[in-house]
T-cell receptor, first 114, second 111 residues
Framework: DTAVSQTPKYLVTQMGNDKSIKCEQNLGHDTMYWYKQDSKKFLKIMFSYNNKELIINETVPNRFSPKSPDKAHLNLHINSLELGDSAVYFC?????????????FGPGTRLTVT | GESVGLHLPTLSVQEGDNSIINCAYS??????FIWYKQESGKGPQFIIDIRSNMDKRQGQRVTVLLNKTVKHLSLQIAATQPGDSAVYFC??????????FGPGTRLSVLP
């Protein structure tokens, strides 16, 4: 059973388009996160949600918006895609806010903007 | 050895040898650190953590050392195995916020 799953695994799209990446966790965790990993492997946290409330919002452009329909899902919407958005996006979850030691990561979504 | 430029620092070790992966962290106020392992095509996976009130912590085949004086972390892997080949990240956390990952080191285990 997959603990944290993401769809799609690969996403190729053109500049200016709007796209979404979905994330689901079946661990019963209360907190979910989105990370961006660039081509140099730098990993940076973007958002986290706890009980449907956004609790971390790093300096991310407002073209990115997380949406959580329920505790098990945290989707990432990206508007007006730019070349610099090309990266691997990871979803993660943990039981509690700030429980970094028990974060479970999804397999990643590789986004390529052309 | 190491590579520079756009490539990750790389550490190559013989199978069975010990590996030491180093990390310099940025914030002297950081009080909690984690080492992650990321295999090709997968997300990061927690390996071991350490709080700033400790200098050393051991797990199964892994040891993390913390030197707060020079803001340095190291991950030691004993008897390195082919399955240890991955990119390793350190991450620092200050007071539960601003969790920051380091740039990563690629470990390559040679047969």
């Amino acid at each position: 059973d997959t603990a944290v799953s993401q769809t799609p695994k690969y996403l190729v799209t053109q500049m200016g388009n709007d796209k979404s990446i979905k994330c689901e966790q079946n661990l019963g965790h209360d907190t979910m996160y989105w990370y961006k990993q660039d081509s140099k492997k730098f990993l940076k946290i973007m958002f986290s949600y706890n009980n449907k409330e956004l609790i971390i919002n790093e300096t991310v452009p407002n073209r990115f918006s997380p949406k959580s329909p329920d505790k098990a899902h945290l989707n990432l919407h990206i508007n007006s895609l730019e070349l610099g958005d090309s990266a691997v996006y990871f979803c993660a979850s943990s039981q509690e806010r700030g429980a970094w030691y028990e974060q479970y990561f999804g397999p990643g979504t590789r986004l390529t903007v052309t | 050895g190491e590579s520079v430029g756009l490539h990750l620092p790389t550490l190559s070790v013989q199978e069975g040898d010990n590996s030491i992966i180093n990390c310099a962290y940025s914030n002297s106020a950081s009080d909690y650190f984690i080492w992650y392992k990321q295999e090709s095509g997968k997300g990061p996976q927690f390996i071991i953590d350490i709080r700033s009130n400790m200098d050393k912590r051991q797990g199964q085949r892994v040891t993390v050392l913390l030197n707060k004086t020079v803001k340095h972390l190291s991950l030691q892997i004993a008897a390195t195995q082919p399955g240890d080949s991955a990119v390793y990240f350190c991450a620092e956390n200050m007071n539960g916020q601003n969790f920051v990952f380091g740039p990563g080191t690629r470990l390559s285990v040679l047969p």
